[in-house]
C-alpha cells in the first residue's frame, strides 16, 4: 500500500493547478470544458481514495503530511484528516464535478475563468478542511473569499456587486477574529499546531474570548442568526455554480470550524455559553423557518431554509453540554454530534440539489419568482420528479437524508431539555409548509402561462446531474452507517476532549 | 607623535560609487543637454545595477562603523540598501514611457533620482545624527524637485509647494530634537546616546521632550497621522512617475531612520515612545482607511492607503521586540514592492495625453486586458491583506508581534479597521472585473515594462506563496 503517498496534497493542488492551467488557456477555449471536468473527475476519484484507505478504528490523524513553510515563525505545511473532515472533503470534490457539469451550457460568458475559480475553490476548500497548522488553515479560509467573491460578480444577478461585497465584507470580518485567536494562542502555546491548540491549559476569562471570536468567525459562515444576512443576498444573485458551492461546502466550514476549534480548545466556554448558540440556532430553525414561508423568491427561500438547517448543526453540537450534566453515560453526546455531521453533508446534498433545482428553471424562464410558474409538472415532468423528491428531502422526509440528521438531533435534544427538542421539531411541520407549499405553487396545478407552456424537460446533462444527487439523498437516508461509522471514532474523541475541564 | 588614521572607506563603497557616477551623469546632463538623455537614462540604471551588485556581494562581509562612528554597514542596511537600490530599478523602467509622452524625458530627472538615492542610502546606513539629518535632506531635496518638475502644471507646483514646506518644517523638527536630545547626553552619536541612557542619570524629562519632536519628524517622513497633511495632495500631485518614486523607496529609508533613531538609539526609553507611536499607529489606520473609501481618485486612494499601511510598519516598531522590528521591515518591503505595481500599473494605463488616475478609468478592465486585471487585481488583495499574497504575512506578522506584547486592544482595532480597508479595495477589483468597459484603447507601454510589471504582481504572489526566505532574511537582521 502506499502509505505514504501525499494524497491530501494530489487532491489539493490538482484542481489548483489544473485550474490555472485551465484559466491560462485563454478565455473561448473549446477545451475548457472537458478539460474542467476531467480535473474535477480525477479529483474526485482521487478523494476517494482518502475513503477507502481510511482507518475508522482511530481519532489520530490519518493521511498526515508535514513540511516546514515559513520556519522563520514555525509555520508549517502540516496535513491531516480524521473522521471530521474525510466526508467533508468527499463532499466537496463530488459538488464541484456537478458545478462544472451544471455550468456546462449555461455558461457561456468567460468559460474558462468560471470554471478555474471553481476548481481553485475546490483545492482551497480541501485545504481547509486538511490543515492541521493553524496559519495555513487562515491562509486557505481566507484564500477561499477571493474566487467565490468573483464568481458572484462577475457571473452573478443585477445586484450582484451590492451582494459579493457584503459577502466578502461579512465573511473576512469574521475571520479576522479568528486571527486574532490563533495568534492569541500561538503566544500561549508557542506553537500554530492546532493539535497543540486543543491541549492548551486555559484559564476561565481566556477560554471566553477565544471561544467568542471564535463563534464570531464561524457563525458568520455558517451562517447563524442574526449574522445571516449575506447569506440570502449572496444565493440570490450567485449563478447556479456558485449558490451550489456556497450552500454545499461553504456553510459546512462554519460548522467544521466549531468541531475543530471553538468546542475541544475552549470546552469550558463552550459550556459556559452553550446556551447562546443552542439560542441562537433554535432562532434559527424556528423564526428563520417562519421567514422562508414569507418568500416569493425561489432562490432567497431555499437560502432561507439553509439556514434553519444549519441550525440543527450547530444544535447538536453545543446540546452534548445539557446531555452530559444530565445523564452519567452520554450515549446521547454521541448522537448529537454525529447527527450534526450527518445534517451537514446531507444538506450538502440536498441544498446543492435543490439549486440546482433553481438553476434549471431560471436558465429555461430566467426568473425566480414563485409567482411566474406553474404547473410545470405538464411541461416537465421528469424535472418535476426530481424537483418533488428533493423537496421531500429537504423537509426531512423518512427515507431521505434530510430525515436521519434532524431526526438524529432531535432525538437527542430530548436528552438535554424538552423544550429544545420542542422547538427544534417544529421544523419538521415548517420545513415541510416552506418547502411543500412552494412545490405546490411551482409545480402542480395548471399551466400558469405561455411561458411554462413552452418550457422543455431536462436533458440528458441535467438529468445525469440530479440523479446522482437523488440515488445519494437516498442511499445515505436509507442507509447511514458507513458514514456514521467513519466518524464515530472522532466523535467520541471530541466528547472525551470537551468533556474535562480545562482550567 | 600623531597618528593619522584613515578611515575604512571600503564599507562605504556603495555610496561612494553611486556619487561618482550621479556626478558623472550630471556632467553628461550639462555637456550633452537634451540629446543625451537617453544615455542618462541608461547610465543610471547601469549605475544603480552595480550599486546593487557592489552591495549583494558585500553581505556577509565584516561590517561595522566607520568615518569615526558616525556611519555603519550592518545587515540590516544591506538589505534596505540593495532593496532601495533595485526597486529604484524598475522604478526608473517604469517612469521612463511616462515621461516622454509628456515631455518630462529629461537628464534631470535621473540626476535627481540618483542624488536621492544616495541620500536614502547615507539615511539606512547612518550612526550619528548629523549623517542620519544629512542623508534625509539629500533624499528630500531631491524629491521636492522632482515633485517640482512638470513647471507648467499648477497641480504640481503646489504639491511641490506643500511638499517643500512640510518637509521643511519636519526636517527642522527633527533637527529641533536631535539638539535636545544632544543637549541631555552630550553627543550625536547614536551609539553614544544608547550608552548614556543606559548608563542613565540623565533628565528623563527633558530627553522625552526632544524625543517628541523626533516622533514629530519620523511621523511627517513616514506619512503617520496626524502628520499626514502632505501625502495626498503630493500623491495626486505630482506627475506619476515621481508619486511612484516617492511612494516606494523613501518609506523604506523612513523605516530605516525610525529604526536606527528609536531603536538603536532610544531603545531604552522604549516605553516614552510606545505610547506616542500607539497612537500615530491607530490614528493613521483608522483615519487612512476610512478617508480612502471616499476617494474617486486612484492615487489619492494609494496616498490614503499608504497612511494606513505606515500605521501597520508603525504597529511592528512600537512592539519593541527584535520580532516586531522585523515584521515591520518585512512590512516595509513588500509595501515598497506593492506599492511599486500598484503606481507601475496607473503608469502602464496612460498614455500621452491621458491619465489614468481615476478608478472610473479601469472600468472593465478584464475585458479589455484581462492579464494586467489580473495583477492589479493580485496587487490590490494583497494590499488588502487577503492570503495567500504577500500583504497578508507582513500584516500577520505585525499583528503577531503586538498580540505577543499583549497589546491585544491595539491589535483588534487594525485587524477591524483593515476589513474596513478592504472595502475600497474591492472596490477597485469591482470596478475592473463587474463594470463594462467605456472606453477601447490598446496599451501603449513598451514590451520591457509589461514583463516587469507582470513580474511584480506575481512576486507578490510568490512571496505570498513562499514568504519564509524573505521573512528568515527580516528575523535575521535583528537578532
Keep these: 500500500m502506499l502509505t505514504n503517498f501525499p494524497l491530501l496534497s494530489l487532491v489539493i493542488w490538482l484542481p489548483i493547478i489544473g485550474g490555472i492551467g485551465v484559466l491560462l488557456n485563454g478565455d473561448n477555449n473549446p477545451w475548457a470544458r472537458p478539460l474542467s471536468l476531467l480535473i474535477a473527475v480525477i479529483t474526485l476519484v482521487a478523494s476517494l481514495g482518502l475513503y477507502t484507505g481510511f482507518d475508522t478504528a482511530t481519532y489520530q490523524m490519518q493521511f498526515v503530511e508535514h513540511a516546514s513553510w515559513i520556519a522563520a515563525y514555525n509555520i508549517n505545511y502540516s496535513l491531516g484528516i480524521d473522521g471530521f473532515s474525510m466526508p467533508l472533503i468527499i463532499l466537496t470534490a463530488f459538488s464541484t464535478v456537478i458545478v462544472v457539469v451544471a455550468g456546462w451550457e449555461v455558461i457561456q460568458h468567460r468559460v474558462s475563468q468560471y470554471m478555474a475559480a471553481f476548481l481553485i475553490m475546490e483545492g482551497l476548500m480541501i485545504a481547509v478542511f486538511s490543515s492541521l497548522d493553524a496559519i495555513l488553515f487562515y491562509v486557505f479560509f481566507e484564500a477561499m473569499l477571493i474566487p467565490l467573491f468573483l464568481v458572484i460578480g462577475i457571473w452573478g444577478g443585477p445586484n450582484r456587486v451590492y451582494a459579493t461585497i457584503k459577502f466578502f465584507l461579512y465573511t473576512f470580518f469574521g475571520s479576522v477574529f479568528l486571527l486574532l485567536a490563533l495568534l492569541y494562542l500561538h503566544h500561549v502555546t508557542d506553537s500554530f499546531s492546532i493539535l497543540d491548540y486543543q491541549q492548551a491549559a486555559l484559564s476561565m476569562q481566556q477560554q471566553t474570548w477565544l471561544f467568542l471570536a471564535f463563534l464570531i468567525a464561524f457563525a458568520v459562515k455558517v451562517p447563524m442568526w442574526p449574522v445571516h444576512t449575506w447569506l440570502p443576498d449572496a444565493h440570490v444573485e450567485a449563478p447556479t455554480g456558485g449558490s451550489v458551492i456556497l450552500a454545499a461546502i461553504t456553510l459546512k466550514i462554519g460548522g467544521y470550524g466549531l468541531i475543530r476549534f471553538a468546542l475541544p480548545i475552549a470546552p469550558d466556554a463552550s459550556m459556559a455559553l452553550d446556551w447562546l448558540v443552542i439560542g441562537l440556532s433554535l432562532i434559527a430553525v424556528v423564526y428563520i423557518g417562519f421567514v422562508a414561508l414569507a418568500q416569493s423568491d425561489l432562490k432567497k427561500l431555499i437560502a432561507y431554509s439553509s439556514i434553519a438547517h444549519m441550525g440543527f448543526v450547530t444544535l447538536g453540537l453545543f446540546i452534548v453540554f445539557r446531555i452530559f450534566a444530565n445523564s452519567a453515560t452520554g450515549s446521547g453526546a454521541v448522537l448529537a454530534v454525529e447527527g450534526a455531521m450527518i445534517q451537514m453533508i446531507s444538506h450538502g446534498f440536498i441544498a446543492a440539489a435543490m439549486f440546482l433545482c433553481v438553476g434549471v428553471l431560471y436558465d429555461r424562464m430566467h426568473t425566480r419568482e414563485i409567482s411566474a410558474y406553474g404547473g410545470v409538472i405538464n411541461t416537465m415532468p421528469k424535472f418535476a420528479g426530481f424537483a418533488v423528491f428533493f423537496a421531500m428531502a429537504n423537509a426531512g422526509l423518512p427515507g431521505t437524508s434530510g430525515f436521519v440528521g434532524e431526526f438524529m438531533v432531535i432525538l437527542a435534544a430530548f436528552q438535554a431539555n424538552f423544550w429544545f427538542a420542542f422547538l427544534a421539531a417544529t421544523t419538521l411541520i415548517l420545513g415541510a409548509a416552506y418547502t411543500l407549499w412552494m412545490i405546490k405553487r411551482v409545480i402542480f396545478g395548471e399551466v400558469a402561462n405561455d411561458n411554462v407552456a413552452q418550457l422543455t424537460d431536462i436533458n440528458r446533462r441535467e438529468f445525469l446531474m440530479l440523479a446522482s444527487l437523488a440515488a445519494i439523498v437516498l442511499i445515505m437516508g436509507l442507509w447511514p452507517a458507513p458514514i456514521i461509522d467513519v466518524m464515530h471514532s472522532s466523535v467520541e474523541h471530541l466528547l472525551t476532549q470537551i468533556s474535562q475541564s480545562k482550567i | ?479
Design chain 2, 1 to 479: 607623535m600623531m597618528t593619522f588614521q584613515v578611515s575604512n572607506m571600503s564599507l562605504a563603497l556603495p555610496e561612494m560609487f553611486m556619487l561618482a557616477m550621479a556626478c558623472i551623469v550630471l556632467m553628461v546632463v550639462a555637456f550633452l543637454g537634451k540629446k543625451g538623455t537617453d544615455l542618462v537614462y541608461r547610465l543610471s540604471q547601469l549605475t544603480l545595477i552595480i550599486t546593487a551588485i557592489i552591495i549583494y556581494r558585500s553581505i556577509g562581509e565584516i561590517g561595522g562603523l566607520t568615518f569615526d562612528g558616525t556611519y555603519i554597514k550592518d545587515a540590516f542596511s544591506d538589505v534596505l540598501k540593495l532593496a532601495i537600490c533595485l526597486i529604484n530599478v524598475v522604478v526608473l523602467l517604469y517612469s521612463t514611457a511616462y515621461l516622454k509622452a509628456r515631455n518630462l524625458f529629461k537628464g534631470e530627472y535621473y540626476v535627481l533620482a540618483l542624488f536621492s538615492t544616495l541620500g536614502m542610502m547615507v539615511m539606512v546606513s547612518a550612526y550619528h545624527f548629523l549623517t542620519l539629518y544629512l542623508g534625509l535632506e539629500l533624499m528630500s531635496l531631491c524629491l521636492y524637485a522632482m515633485v517640482a518638475m512638470h513647471r507648467d502644471s499648477s497641480v504640481a507646483t503646489e504639491a511641490a509647494m506643500k511638499y517643500f514646506i512640510l518637509g521643511a518644517i519636519a526636517s527642522g523638527m527633527l533637527l529641533y530634537g536631535m539638539s535636545i536630545i544632544y543637549g541631555v547626553t552630550g553627543t550625536l552619536s547614536i551609539a553614544s546616546v544608547a550608552n548614556v541612557i543606559q548608563a542613565g542619570g540623565i533628565d528623563n524629562t527633558v530627553l522625552s521632550f526632544g524625543l517628541v519632536f523626533l516622533i514629530i519628524g519620523i511621523g511627517f517622513k513616514l506619512g503617520a497621522v496626524p502628520f499626514h497633511m502632505w501625502l495626498p495632495d503630493v500623491y495626486h500631485g505630482a506627475p506619476t512617475a515621481v508619486t511612484l518614486f516617492i511612494a516606494t523607496a523613501p518609506k523604506i529609508a523612513a523605516f530605516a531612520m525610525a529604526i536606527r533613531l528609536l531603536v538603536d538609539g532610544l531603545a531604552d526609553v522604549h516605553q516614552y515612545w510606545q505610547d506616542m507611536l500607539i497612537m500615530l499607529s491607530i490614528l493613521s489606520i483608522i483615519l487612512g482607511n476610512i478617508i480612502a473609501i471616499a476617494q474617486t481618485n486612484l492615487k489619492r486612494m494609494l496616498a490614503y492607503s499608504t497612511i494606513s499601511h505606515v500605521g501597520f510598519i508603525l504597529l511592528g516598531i512600537l512592539s519593541g521586540s527584535a520580532e516586531g522590528y522585523a515584521g515591520s521591515m518585512f512590512y516595509a518591503l513588500t509595501y515598497a514592492l506593492m506599492s511599486l505595481g500598484a503606481f507601475g500599473m496607473i503608469l502602464l494605463m496612460s498614455r500621452q495625453g491621458f491619465e489614468a488616475e481615476n478608478i472610473e478609468d479601469y472600468k472593465g478592465l478584464s475585458e479589455r486586458n484581462p492579464w494586467y486585471a489580473l495583477m492589479m487585481l493580485i496587487l490590490m488583495f494583497s494590499m488588502a491583506g487577503i492570503p495567500p499574497l504577500v500583504g497578508f504575512y507582513a500584516k500577520l506578522a505585525v499583528i503577531k508581534s503586538i498580540v505577543d506584547v499583549d497589546l491585544l486592544s491595539v491589535a483588534i482595532v487594525a485587524v477591524l479597521m483593515s476589513v474596513i480597508g478592504a472595502y475600497y479595495y474591492l472596490r477597485m477589483i469591482k470596478v475592473m472585473y463587474f463594470d463594462q468597459p467605456t472606453q477601447q484603447t490598446d496599451l501603449q507601454s513598451p514590451t520591457e515594462m509589461r514583463v516587469v510589471i507582470s513580474a511584480n504582481a506575481l512576486a507578490v504572489l510568490a512571496l505570498g506563496i513562499f514568504p519564509g526566505s524573505l521573512m528568515a532574511i527580516c528575523i535575521s537582521v535583528f537578532s
